[in-house]
């Protein structure tokens, strides 16, 4: 029976650390994602301006 319990504790917990690791890249994905999200409206502005003032030339 202790046998048991030990190994279903150990499983247990890689059960939980393999979760957490999830759950952080979950949360680091979607702000890496947001973040470039943010940048984008941006850059197509400066390359708008660029291309507009390309074509004044």
């Known amino acids: 029976m202790t046998a048991f319990l030990g ?3 150990q499983y247990f917990i890689i059960m939980i650390i393999l979760i957490a690791v999830a ?3 979950a949360k680091i994905g979607i702000a890496l994602r947001k973040n470039k999200d ?3 409206p941006a850059a197509e502005a400066v390359a708008s301006e660029v291309s507009s ?3 004044n030339r």
Do not use: I, M, N, T
Request: proline share 0%.
């Open 53 to 55: 003032s390309e074509d």
């Open 7 to 9: 190994s279903f504790l």
């Open 23 to 25: 759950v952080l890249g």
């Open 38 to 40: 943010a940048k984008a």
